[in-house]
């Protein structure tokens, strides 16, 4: 039932009697706690592309942090905040990358494992589904 209806965590009271369910959590996902809304971030254009001098990497070399829930990601705490991370950005665990907001309520996506921002996969502000992949984290 929890996942028909994409819930991580619920908490129900009947009186004295208090029950709490909480949803195993994908290992490539993060961890949740609560806190607010954030800005829009531009990026700049690019003028031309670049011709990398060593063959790319593929995304099996990085670590994709997931969506636990659904919900719109933001990439900072509120408008006049600067982002949590930026690509190149050195992460530790624990550390925040991003907000999840769902039905009012934000919750704080943390790294597991440290390592260095290679990717953002979505767009401040943007929808996302439960496991989409929002950020490709190199480890280290």
């Given at each position: 039932m ?23 959590m994908d ?6 706690p ?79 494992i ?6 953002i ?20």
């Amino acid at each position: 039932m929890m996942v028909d209806n994409d819930l991580v965590e619920i908490s129900l009271r009947d009186g004295d009697t208090q029950v709490n369910l909480k949803r195993p959590m994908d290992p490539a996902a993060v961890s949740l706690p609560v806190v607010g809304p954030m800005a829009v971030a531009s990026v700049p254009a690019q003028s031309a592309p670049v011709v990398p001098a060593v063959p790319p990497e593929s995304d099996e070399d990085f670590v994709k942090v997931k969506s636990p829930m659904v919900g719109t990601f933001y990439n900072a705490a509120d408008p006049e905040s600067p982002p949590f991370v930026q690509v190149g950005s050195r992460v530790s665990p624990g550390s925040i990358l991003c907000l999840l907001e769902a039905m009012k309520t934000f919750s704080e996506i943390k790294a597991e494992i440290a390592g260095t921002i290679e990717r953002i996969l979505v767009k401040n502000s943007q929808p996302v589904e439960f496991g989409q992949p929002l950020f490709l984290l190199r480890p280290g």
